[in-house]
């Protein structure tokens, strides 16, 4: 239990490290509402929740292994990442007054697409759970550990959705809304070239 606990830490620190993930979020929550939010968040549970399961049936390592596809794969998220960034930098705050946050994408399948089209979490699951199918033998303990990295990332993008949707945080959110959107499409423009880098 002691090894699971220090695996689930691990999990956390990564899903607090500010990125794709936390940027989507805060934009989707500022534009649309709590329950925006929490669509985008599942979105990006589910996609997370495929990451591990490709990586348990060996799949993960298959794309790892064959140049072409892993290269499909990034370019495609590089791309969506860019497109979002653009999205988001030529939007006018003043275009999202009503709660329409399906102006441009069902916020869970923009929370999905961003991180299903990011290979390096799909190689990071691979060395994760290969050495954990070798060296836990319990099948409850297994799925545990499978679990527990889309668990601790819903239930961390959960929490800043709260944060963010509380009235306080909210209004001052709302008064730098266009040059908060505009910070979030530049810095998804640059994780996509630094995604499609490699």
């Known amino acids: 239990m002691t090894e699971w606990l220090i695996f689930a830490g691990i999990m956390l620190l990564g899903a607090m490290l500010p990125g794709a993930n936390t940027a989507i979020i805060l934009r989707n929550t500022l534009q649309g509402s709590l329950s925006t939010g929490f669509m985008t968040a599942l979105g990006l549970a589910t996609a997370l929740a495929i990451h591990v399961f490709l990586s348990v049936i060996g799949l993960a390592a298959i794309i ?14 590089s791309a969506y990442l860019i497109y979002l960034g653009i999205v988001y930098l030529i939007t006018r705050a003043a275009d999202h007054t009503e709660e329409t946050p399906n ?8 929370g999905m697409m ?18 954990i199918v070798e060296d836990v033998s319990n099948l409850w303990m297994q799925l545990l550990y499978c679990a527990t ?11 800043l959705i709260l944060l963010l949707t509380r009235p306080s945080v ?17 810095g998804l423009i640059l ?7 490699g």
Not at 119 to 125: A, D, G, N, Q, T
């Open 149 to 159: 990295p889309v668990l601790v990332e819903f239930s961390w993008l959960s929490a």
């Open 191 to 197: 994780l996509g070239i630094k995604l499609g880098l």
């Open 64 to 77: 790892e292994q064959t140049p072409a596809l892993y290269s499909a794969i990034r370019w495609l998220g």
């Open 114 to 131: 961003v991180s299903l089209f990011n290979p390096k979490i799909l190689i990071m699951f691979v060395a994760i759970f290969s050495h």
């Open 103 to 110: 102006n441009h994408h069902h916020p869970f399948i923009a």
């Open 170 to 186: 909210q209004a001052t959110l709302q008064r730098l809304r266009s040059k908060i959107e505009r910070v979030i499409g530049g």
